[in-house]
């Protein structure tokens, strides 16, 4: 069963902050989260892992509540650049495939 | 551009083809990924391979899709006799190990 993210949508303008939620039924051992551009690859932003390490990068934070089996991407002083749809990927504990959720649309206007 | 390659970029197909995509990934990464994505869909995962081993086959959609590794290197996919419904955007994805995927451009087919 896919993760469900929230918002659908959202539009931003140039500075404003942003959260993206995901949210899985099922416990996870980890969170990916990428960014897509239209035509393009997604383009990997943020792993997060059972016990708490994180890789990704530096202007881009987020959380993975373990017992909630929940993350959240946190996108600060957002930038026109930002703009495009983000998923998250979740991994259970027993696999080694990411289910994505269906996306949240992120427009960041001028 | 992530270093993972997939060609074609554009397939357009009559249906009852057959069709073959290609993957090179990133040179060092053992493991290497299809999804396929559907318009205004998250990627769908079908299959992957840890060097030439398929390890995990039972998400491919129907047995007209078929994946190979052979040499641990370049993986293809492909589907036989294509329908309208396998029209999607393929992509690619390979890690080092059980890690970060990094994903190509994808293959877009269209079946008409």
């Known amino acids: 069963q896919q993760p469900v993210q929230s918002p659908q949508a959202v539009i931003l303008r140039e500075g404003e902050d942003a959260v993206i939620n995901c949210s899985s039924s099922?416990?996870?051992?980890?969170v990916h989260w990428y960014r897509q551009k239209h035509g393009e690859a997604p383009v990997f932003l943020m792993i997060?892992?059972?016990?708490?390490e994180q890789k990704g990068h530096e202007k881009i934070s987020a959380s993975f509540n373990e017992k909630k089996q929940q993350s959240s991407l946190y996108l600060t002083a957002s930038q026109l650049s930002y703009s495009g749809t983000y998923f998250c990927?979740?991994?259970?504990?027993?696999?080694?495939?990411?289910?994505f959720g269906g996306g949240t649309r992120l427009m960041v206007k001028p | 551009d992530t270093g993972v390659s997939q060609n074609p970029r554009h397939k357009i197909t009559k249906r009852g083809q057959n069709v073959t995509f290609r993957c090179d990934p990133i040179?060092?990464?053992?493991?290497l990924y299809w999804y396929r994505q559907t318009l205004g869909q998250g990627p769908e995962f079908l299959t992957y391979?840890?060097?030439?081993?398929?390890?995990?086959k039972s998400r491919l959609l129907s047995d007209r899709f078929s994946a190979e590794r052979p040499k641990g290197s370049f993986s293809t996919l492909e589907i036989q006799r294509t329908e309208q419904g396998d029209s999607a955007m393929y992509l690619c994805?390979?890690?080092?190990?059980?890690?970060?995927?990094?994903f190509g451009a994808g293959t877009r087919l269209s079946v008409l």
């Open positions: 391979f840890q060097n030439e081993a398929q390890l995990e």
């Open positions: 990927g979740t991994e259970d504990n027993a696999g080694n495939m990411l289910t």
């Open positions: 099922k416990a996870l051992y980890s």
């Open positions: 997060l892992l059972k016990g708490g």
């Open positions: 040179s060092e990464h053992n493991r």
């Open positions: 994805a390979s890690s080092l190990g059980k890690n970060i995927q990094y």
